[in-house]
């Protein structure tokens, strides 16, 4: 009796141990229910999006110059410039396989923050032009001033950017702000050590960066300062990519 009673503790104990080891493994069920697994390798990826506001201008020229030299895709956020160079530009960003977004067409605070309907007309603008010149609608946009800049408050009051937001949301946009300045709108022509080093620095603990820079004419500094960010961020392990529907968003 106590032999058959010791073999029966003995098979709970290692049932118990069995169930209790299973528990700890990853069942596979889990793995499927994922829709979309991502590989260690892609998880530990650092990515640097490159934005460039206001142009095109004869900057967005040599720094599309610097980034064919690296083979860096970037996101241009263009304003409105409807003589045959700012087509020709256009058409120079696009043919180089960068993303362009809309930056509305007259960069005006007081004009585009006047009203939803306003913001929306200008918008538009720009929507032509590039389709009529690239053959393309851009998806993305990005707010001047950014989506919760103050100086809208001046023109529309306060409840003007979340309404701006909303209608332009549903009419299909996507907007992006960023997680790193460069710094370049601090001053007219800031120097360009202080470019690098906010750019660098900022970027340091982020694991996605959308880098805010401009190619207004007056940015100079900004494309001398270019070469020395990307290879920067290169050391910092960043690969880089340009924005899209699909691809990391930051809002202020």
């Known amino acids: 009796m106590r032999r058959a009673f010791n073999q029966f503790i003995k098979g709970v104990t290692a049932c118990l141990a069995l169930t209790t080891l299973t528990s700890c493994l990853p069942l596979a069920y889990d793995a499927k229910a994922v829709s979309h697994p991502v ?59 960068h993303v362009i977004g809309n ?57 003007i950017m979340p309404r701006i937001i909303h209608e332009m949301t549903r009419k299909g ?13 601090a001053r007219t022509v800031q120097p360009k050590r202080e470019i690098i080093d906010a750019v660098l620095s900022a970027s340091r603990t982020k694991k996605e960066a959308v880098i805010l820079m401009h190619d207004v004419k007056v940015k100079t500094t900004t494309v001398e300062a270019l070469p020395e960010i990307i290879e920067g961020l290169l050391k910092q392990g960043f690969h880089f990519d340009v924005l899209s529907r699909a691809s990391f968003h930051y809002h202020f």
């Open 39 to 97: 590989s260690p390798e892609l998880n530990r990826t650092k990515m640097a999006y490159l934005t460039f506001d206001d142009g095109p201008s004869e900057n967005t020229e040599r720094i599309l110059a610097i980034l064919r030299k690296y083979g860096i895709r970037a996101t241009f956020f263009v304003i409105g410039n409807s003589s045959d160079e700012g087509k020709r530009l256009y058409r120079r960003i696009h043919a180089d396989g």
């Open 103 to 159: 930056h509305t067409y007259s960069h005006n605070y007081r004009v585009v923050y006047s009203s939803v309907q306003a913001f929306a007309k200008d918008t538009e603008r720009l929507e032509t032009l590039l389709e009529q010149t690239i053959g393309v609608r851009p998806a993305l946009l990005r707010y001047p001033g950014g989506s919760n800049n103050l100086v809208s408050l001046h023109y529309g009051g306060k409840q």
């Open 173 to 185: 946009y996507d907007y992006i702000d960023w997680n790193v300045s460069s710094t370049d709108a």
